[in-house]
């Protein structure tokens, strides 16, 4: 490859333009040293792939200018049929434009292209999910071909010549396409439908971030070693609560513009300086926003009060300007923070050179971080459902997230992005996926053992997923979610050889879900709720469990402060919308059961108490969402099917428990790594601070 920053010293002695909403924080040229630590950084990345051979580039190059061709010659038959002209038939142009990942320059092997098909206004977009779809469907290459008109963001996804593409469709005001269209004119937004402005956004997007920073080179390299290092660190998913592709995008851009003549060693290195001591939430801004007065929903803290409550707001430089980051939350920025200043001490270590570039890029081992996990396992009897299945439950995490953080003794909950298949429970058939989220609990002084129930928590999340599966329609009477406490040396009878070591000696404790008899849990067993579908017949009637006599074990010795902290003057005070619990819960030895209950969905005015010390749910605003790629966008599930918010997480139609033994001495206290602090108070963010 060739080494991107070899002119440096040439192209960057003189800037021809102010790049940012503030001066550069440095405008000092690299010393020969950061061009040697830059080498480096390339080496270092190549053995992840994420760079494409030349010959798979041209092979992209090529079936893009295919897929161009055809959207021309699709377009002049469309114009034809409605009795055009015949001279404006041949110049009436169209175009297939890219964003994302691709259109930055900075996909990897095998990655898919997302792809945007301009057509005049006399194209309808029924015309592109009807003929333009006949027409992929003839070619050989194209394989996998499918449409998903229902979308938010309607789109076709196929595979051409082995090329996975996602297809968007808009219609702009204007009679012909031409070639030397530029997609950032804002007065291309007028007279647009929102499903058109929608589609347009991810490549206005992406275009603008291209036209914002000094050096197009060293922000691809840089971008490259900052989404590998988050995928690496699982922090890499915008739909579970941490940064999607087009946020880390920016967040280096933003970096660019504060060092504009910074090779790319520097700037990763400059990357984790800026934003490990960010001033959250404080917003990241490219440039400043701009007034196009067409009346679309912008981030603005002045005009929308829930935007004054985002937590980390990096907002897009193309109107309409949104939040790229509204899914981040309490605990996920918490673990993003920690990470950045784990980067921040590693890259000045490179600096230095006391350290390689590989280090950078080790793996935490997630499993081993926590002492203890909630496993969440989605299953379903066949394929095609499970797949559907799956993406509705991962879109809806992050509502758990929510509630867990708004539980009294909790003080971070931790999503692993990756997701593994579920364990076998029977000899039946059966597809499921399985995510693992861990917990750190408060610090409790003067406390052995403390119960901790979790049932409200989960319930209130599997009634929001099987609530919007009904009402989408995709519903089936097999499909299940099962919510487990596991500790941490019971995860390997769960996960497979490569995320977890197995330890032999503890191969005994067995993890078991929990069916509709009593389960009686020792210390170091697992409190697991199992919730059937909505559909199922109710087995119990009581919602309260049934409670087992209490093993007794020998005291615990004494212990300095423990794993868990319910008091409201402790460091950090309780979350934000919970109370100090009255009167303090039991301490003892834990010994519980919990009884699995069939849920049915909420019914209309009839909705159960919530627990005392529980929030209720926050309303959000119906407003436009970002996907991963920049582009406007609801959280998809499957094969791209809409799966907006659902407000209201209560209504609880069966109540099963979920209590945690949350054992505390010095030495799990010291097994639980990387418990971090969270903040307590919400702060409104000020409206366009700047760095």
């Known amino acids: 490859m060739q080494f991107p920053a070899a002119n440096q010293l040439q192209t960057s002695q003189h800037q021809p333009k102010h790049y940012g909403i503030t001066s550069p924080i440095s405008l000092a040229l690299p010393k020969e040293a950061d061009l040697v630590l830059t080498q480096k950084l390339c ?5 992840y792939a994420v760079f494409e051979e030349e010959l798979e580039l041209q092979r992209r190059i090529l079936v893009l ?13 469309i114009s034809e049929k409605k009795n055009l002209p015949a001279s404006l038939v041949e110049s009436v142009g169209g175009k297939i434009f890219t964003f994302g990942s691709y259109r930055l320059g900075v996909h990897t092997k095998g990655a898919d292209i997302d792809a945007l098909c301009v057509a005049p206004r006399h194209v309808e977009r029924s015309d592109f999910f009807t003929s333009f779809y006949e027409k992929l469907k003839d070619q050989e290459e194209v394989k996998d071909l499918r449409a998903v008109e229902e979308a938010f963001v309607p789109v076709i996804k196929l595979s051409f010549d082995g090329i996975e593409i996602d297809i968007l469709f808009a219609r702009l005001a204007l009679q012909t396409i031409p070639e030397s269209l530029d997609l950032r004119d804002d007065s291309l937004l007028k007279n647009l439908d929102i499903r058109c402005i929608r589609s347009l956004n991810g490549c206005r997007v992406t275009d603008e971030i291209l036209h914002l920073v000094p050096n197009i080179e060293n922000f691809r390299l840089t971008l490259r070693a900052i989404k590998l290092w988050a995928k690496r660190h699982n922090i890499y998913s915008n739909i579970l609560g941490f940064l999607g592709g087009v946020s880390w995008a920016m967040l280096v851009a ?16 400059k990357f984790f300086l800026v934003f490990s001591k960010w001033e959250w939430p404080n917003p990241v801004l490219l440039k400043q926003p701009e007034e196009c007065n067409l009346n679309l929903q912008v981030w603005d803290p002045r005009v ?4 004054r409550y985002h937590l980390m707001p990096i907002i897009t430089p193309a109107y309409p300007q949104q939040n790229s980051t509204y899914n ?8 993003m923070m920690d990470e950045f200043k784990w980067g921040l001490a590693i890259t000045e270590e490179i600096m230095l050179n006391k350290a390689d570039w590989s280090k950078l890029f080790e793996a935490p081992n997630f499993f ?15 394929e095609k459902p499970h797949l559907e299945w799956v993406g509705l439950v991962e879109s809806k995490i992050r509502i758990l997230v929510g509630n867990l953080e708004k539980n009294e003794f909790i003080t971070l909950a931790h999503v692993n992005p990756q997701s593994f298949p579920g364990p076998k429970e029977s000899e039946k058939e059966e597809f499921s996926t399985m995510w693992v989220i861990g917990i750190v609990f408060k610090k409790m002084e003067g406390s052995e053992n403390l119960n901790v129930d979790l049932t409200y928590d989960i319930q209130s999340f599997t009634d929001t997923v099987y609530r919007q599966a009904i009402s989408s329609k995709m519903f089936e009477s097999d499909m299940k979610i099962t919510a487990m406490h596991v500790k941490r040396k019971q995860l390997h009878q769960l996960l497979p050889n490569l995320a977890v070591h197995k330890r032999r000696k503890h191969s005994s404790d067995g993890v078991r879900l929990v069916s509709d008899s009593s389960l009686d849990l020792s210390l170091d067993g697992d409190s697991s709720m199992s919730v059937p ?4 017949a109710p087995k119990t009637c009581p919602l309260v469990p049934a409670a087992s006599p209490p093993r007794h074990s020998p005291p615990a010795p004494p212990s300095g402060p423990s794993d868990t902290q319910a008091t409201a003057d402790a460091p950090g005070g309780p979350l934000e919308g919970t109370k100090p619990p009255t009167p303090r819960p039991t301490l003892s030895r834990p010994s519980f059961s919990g009884r699995a209950v069939s849920c049915s969905p909420p019914s209309n005015g009839n909705h159960p108490k919530k627990r005392p010390t529980s929030p209720p749910p926050e309303e959000n605003a119906k407003r436009p969402r970002l ?5 406007l966008d609801a959280a998809t599930s499957g094969d791209g099917m809409a799966v907006g918010d659902v407000g209201d997480v209560g209504g609880v139609g069966g109540v099963a428990t979920a209590p945690v033994a949350v054992p505390s001495s010095d030495e799990e206290m010291r097994d639980s790594q990387g418990e971090a602090k969270v903040e307590t108070e919400t702060k409104v963010c000020p409206q366009f601070a700047t760095l």
């Open 43 to 47: 080496e270092a990345l190549k053995p």
């Open 254 to 269: 933003r970096t660019c513009q504060l060092y504009p003549n910074a090779v790319a060693s520097t700037l990763v290195h």
């Open 368 to 382: 081993q971080k926590y002492k203890h996990y909630i496993v969440l396992l989605a299953s379903a009897p066949t």
């Open 328 to 335: 981040v939350s309490v605990s996920t920025r918490t673990v």
């Open 304 to 307: 929308t009060p829930s935007d």
């Open 627 to 631: 996907d991963e790629d920049g582009r």
């Open 533 to 536: 579908s909505p559909t199922a």
């Open 65 to 77: 200018g295919k897929l161009n061709s055809l959207v021309k010659e699709w377009i002049r038959e």
